[in-house]
T-cell receptor, first 114, second 112 residues
Framework: GDSVTQMEGPVTLSEEAFLTINCTYT??????LFWYVQYPGEGLQLLLK?????DKGSNKGFEATYRKETTSFHLEKGSVQVSDSAVYFC?????????????FGKGITLSVRP | DAGITQSPRHKVTETGTPVTLRCHQT?????MYWYRQDPGHGLRLIHY???????DKGEVSDGYSVSRSKTEDFLLTLESATSSQTSVYFC???????????FGSGTRLTVV
């Protein structure tokens, strides 16, 4: 079945540091890929998405490129802020009927120090 | 927000009692999902629905049942709550036309 693997955490960075969070996936078809963010005490918010190979999703300074050849969707940001402290989830969906469910990675906690 | 609400937001219940969580949407979407969130596990799918009276199991369905008698409501029932079901439960809907998933605010359930 489908699966998503995220790098182990937690991650602690200083403000303005470069961020990379690795995500790889296994899927039988051609999934859409997502990054969700969960701020402390809140629900999940869509951060960005990509629906086909070589697409780049971007939002709030974060970027991720759908790499079919390496089955990856790594999240990057050039300069993190304290307000980026949150839990980040990589997810995929086949987006087709009964396969429209989201499959999540385990999530990674990011803490940014001033 | 985007037309999806969960109730209750918090609940404490005793082991062995039945509990029902409610998810209500105003978007008229066909697909609805129940997930649980636990540290170190991310979000795991419990059950999902693809229409009125059409439901199916996810990866962690043991001990849970669901019902969908109306498009707008998707109920999750813990038939006899156990401490291992202490978790945060999220409901979600999806608009397949826009690839847009929307999550409810979650229900924090504690089984004592």
């Amino acid at each position: 079945g489908d699966s998503v693997t995220q790098m182990e955490g937690p991650v602690t960075l200083s403000e303005e540091a470069f961020l990379t969070i690795n995500c790889t996936y296994t899927a039988t078809g051609y999934p859409s890929l997502f990054w969700y963010v969960q701020y402390p005490g809140e629900g999940l918010q869509l951060l960005l998405k990509a629906t086909k190979a070589d697409d780049k999703g971007s939002n709030k300074g974060f970027e991720a490129t759908y790499r079919k050849e390496t089955t990856s969707f790594h999240l990057e940001k050039g300069s993190v802020q304290v307000s980026d402290s949150a839990v980040y989830f990589c997810a995929l969906s086949e987006m087709a009927g009964a396969n429209s469910k989201l499959t999540f990675g385990k999530g990674i906690t990011l803490s940014v120090r001033p | 927000d985007a037309g999806i609400t969960q109730s209750p937001r918090h609940k404490v219940t005793e082991t062995g009692t039945p509990v029902t969580l409610r998810c209500h949407q105003t978007e008229n979407h066909r697909y609805m999902y129940w997930y649980r969130q636990d540290p170190g596990h991310g979000l795991r799918l419990i059950h999902y629905s693809y229409g009125v009276k059409d439901t199916d199991k996810g990866e962690v369905s043991d001990g849970y049942s669901v019902s969908r008698s109306k498009t707008e409501d998707f109920l999750l029932t813990l038939e006899s709550a156990t401490s291992s079901q202490t978790s945060v439960y999220f409901c979600a809907i999806v608009d397949l036309g826009t690839y847009g998933y929307t999550f409810g605010s979650g229900t924090r359930l504690t089984v004592v």
